[in-house]
């Protein structure tokens, strides 16, 4: 499992893959959003290292975020992460130009932001 450190260098690098993507096609915005959604999730896996913590699967990670008030902060943003990459590759509702920006980077810049205060 990796450290917060590592946790941290792939959440970085899944935000630059993204930001050199071609999102003009609804395709390409659904899969920078599941890139975006795996960002937030190791960003969270970094805080949880800092409590000794590693989330095997998706329900135990989010069984972890409820029992602690630094995640239930961005609980939201987080869910609203994974339910946009969901809808994306399940069922090919991509979001428009206009979500990806309004929702997805919106909601991963919180992800980041509030987690990056207990990964230093």
């Known amino acids: ?5 590592e946790h941290l260098l792939i959440a970085e690098s899944n935000e630059h893959f993204f930001a ?4 003009s096609g609804g395709p390409a915005r659904g899969w920078a959003s599941t890139v975006a959604f795996y960002a937030a999730l190791h960003y ?8 000794l913590k590693h989330s ?7 069984n972890n975020m409820v029992q602690h008030n630094e995640t239930m902060a961005i609980y939201d943003q ?6 946009i990459s969901t809808r ?3 069922y090919g509702r991509y979001p428009t130009g206009g979500e990806f920006m309004n929702q997805v ?14 990964c230093h």
């Not at 969270?44 to 409590?51: G, L, Q």
């Not at 919106?106 to 987690?115: D, G, I, K, P």
Request: with cysteine; net charge positive.
């Open 88 to 90: 994306a590759r399940y």
């Open 56 to 62: 095997a699967d998706h329900r135990t990670r989010d």
């Open 20 to 23: 050199r993507l071609d999102l």
């Open 105 to 118: 980077l919106v909601a991963l810049q919180e992800v980041r932001v509030e987690m990056m205060k207990y």
């Open 44 to 51: 969270v896996e970094a805080f949880f290292s800092t409590r």
């Open 1 to 5: 499992m990796p450290n917060k450190r």
């Open 78 to 83: 987080f869910c609203e992460l994974k339910n």
